[in-house]
Every structure is written in C-alpha cells, then in structure tokens.
C-alpha cells in the first residue's frame, strides 16, 4: 500500500506497485561483505532490500538509506531506527561529502527504476556514487525488469566502469536481472 502511495504522488518515482520479493532481495545483497564498510541503499521504498541486509548481519548504523518520498522516509526511519535516513534525490550524491564522514561505503544497492529515470538525473546519480561515496573497489548493484545492464553502456564507458549480470530471479513479479557495476579492473 506504501509504494501504491508513493506512485499517486510521483509515479515516475516508483518502479513497481509492488514491493521487490525476497528471492530478489537476497541476490542484491548476496555480494555485499559488510567486513569491508558501510552500505548505501538508495530508494529503499519499503525497505525489503534493507531487511535483507540487516538479516544478513550488516549493523543498522553502517548503513545510510536515501528516499526521495518523505512518507516512506519517515516509515523507514520508524521501522529501521539505527540506520541513517536521508529524505534526499540520490542525484545530490555528487554535491554531498562521503554520507559516513571520513569513510566511504563498500556497497550501494540500488532500487532506484533508472529506466525510468531521465538520462541526465541517472548520470548525475551513477557518477556521484562513483566519484564521492563509493571506496575505489565498491560495487553498485542494481536490479531491472530489462535484459540490458540499466546503466547506458556510453556512462559506463565515459565513467570508467564496468556492469556484470550477477543472475536472474525468474519468481519475482516482474522478473528481474540483478547487474554488479564497478570500476574497470586494469
């Protein structure tokens, strides 16, 4: 009913009108080694990719969630109360110093519906994770109802990075691809 909500207000804010289900949630944060830093999740919506995270034993406080809608912000804050909620667009990524002070995180997992999003907003968002908040070896995860990486091969190119397909959840309504983008490797 949240994302329902959050699309009569903005409908080119919501990808879906139905929360991601858990088979996608696990492959997004299957990767993600908490070891190695503090986690991003930018467009949280309801927050099931959160909740996949913290069962997989990230602390609530290494991890920072930007929602553009202030109704599913405020819902996040109450439900997930140690991690860090941003009522934000996560194209202020690049304007904003690194979100964990000295630190940058070891992960982003992405819920945003890039292809939906206009081109220059996507680009301001990839490369303001890549440039200000992700470590050098830090991976984007991002998930599609497409067969093509969401992120425009000409980006990647001009970013220096690289996209992955990490695998497929066929169960999930719509089905989804979940794509690994990080810096080339030299």
Known sequence: ???????????????????????????????????HGPVIELGPG?????????????????????????????????????????????????????????ERACAVISGLPLLSIPPDKVEAIIAGVF??????????YQFT????CPVPRALRQRLGLEAERIGGVWLNLPPAQVWRIRRRTR
Request: net charge neutral; proline share 5%; no cysteine.
């Open 145 to 148: 109802y497409g067969l093509r």
């Open 46 to 102: 309801t927050g099931v990719f959160t909740r996949a995270l913290l069962d997989r034993g990230l602390p609530g406080h290494r991890l920072v969630l930007v929602e553009t809608d202030q109704v599913l912000a405020s819902a996040l804050a109450h439900r997930y109360p140690l991690a860090r909620v941003l009522h934000m667009d996560a194209a202020e990524l690049g304007s904003a110093s690194s979100l964990f002070g000295n």
């Open 131 to 140: 440039e200000r908040q992700l470590q050098q070896d830090g991976s984007l």
């Open 1 to 35: 009913m949240d994302l329902l909500r959050a699309w009569l207000r903005d409908p080119r804010s919501v990808g879906a009108l139905a929360p991601s289900g858990p088979a996608l949630a696990r492959l997004m944060t299957a990767h993600v080694d908490q070891a």
